[in-house]
T-cell receptor, first 115, second 111 residues
């Protein structure tokens, strides 16, 4: 089973709203990732959690706040977003073996529209 | 500076024929390479990978070839099917969990 699930599938929010994206995996993976993807572009890394600790933050604005409650769950809290933040937000997970040969498995994404 | 390059933005092939997607990289420290397939508005689906210690990996209709001296890899799909029509991303992985992505090649398989 290589399934990563994400909810919601679609989200429309205003610039003053607070919302959260959720991601779950049950593959026993210890690394989890948030990516942002715009149309016809490759995914853009935002955050990496390793063993539930934030290990990479790619200089993402503070209006995006990640949270890793446990090894299976990853949240992305959104507040005061801008219309240019509209994109497909992807969660991924991998084993985190430390060998550099881990495959990242992606969820289906949340299509976010900021009005 | 694009460290992973997919120089063909699009490719069109006939159903049943071979599709060959190419990828070049510049950083010799990359040691693991992956191919992902992506449909619009969906997450990338992992297809196949290859470690730098190998020169070929095969999984069903998909084969990836790695030429380390040329810093080049290719994905062969044989036979191509209409359902293979998607965007294919090549990605390279180093030690820090980051994937370095190419810009993708849009494959169209015509019936």
């Amino acid at each position: 089973d290589t399934e990563v699930t994400q909810t919601p599938k679609h989200l429309v929010m205003g610039m003053t709203n607070k919302k959260s994206l959720k991601c779950e995996q049950h593959m026993g993976h210890r690394a989890m990732y948030w990516y942002k993807q715009k149309a016809k572009k490759p995914p853009e890394l935002m955050f990496v959690y390793s063993y539930e600790k934030l290990s990479i933050n790619e200089s993402v604005p503070s209006r995006f706040s990640p949270e890793c409650p446990n090894s299976s769950l990853l949240n992305l809290h959104l507040h005061a977003l801008q219309p240019e933040d509209s994109a497909l937000y992807l969660c991924a997970s991998s084993q985190d073996s430390g060998t550099g040969t881990d495959t990242q498995y992606f969820g289906p994404g949340t299509r976010l529209t900021v009005l | 500076d694009q460290q992973v390059k997919q120089n063909s933005p699009s490719l069109s092939v006939q159903e049943g024929r071979i599709s060959i997607l190419n990828c070049d990289y510049t950083n010799s420290m990359f040691d693991y390479f992956l191919w992902y397939k992506k449909y619009p508005a969906e997450g990338p689906t992992f297809l196949i990978s290859i470690s730098s210690i190998k020169d070929k990996n095969e999984d069903g209709r998909f084969t990836v070839f790695l030429n380390k001296s040329a810093k080049h890899l290719s994905l062969h799909i044989v036979p191509s099917q209409p359902g293979d029509s998607a965007v294919y991303f090549c990605a390279a992985s180093g030690w820090n969990r980051k994937l370095i992505w190419g810009l993708g090649t849009s494959l169209a398989v015509n019936p």
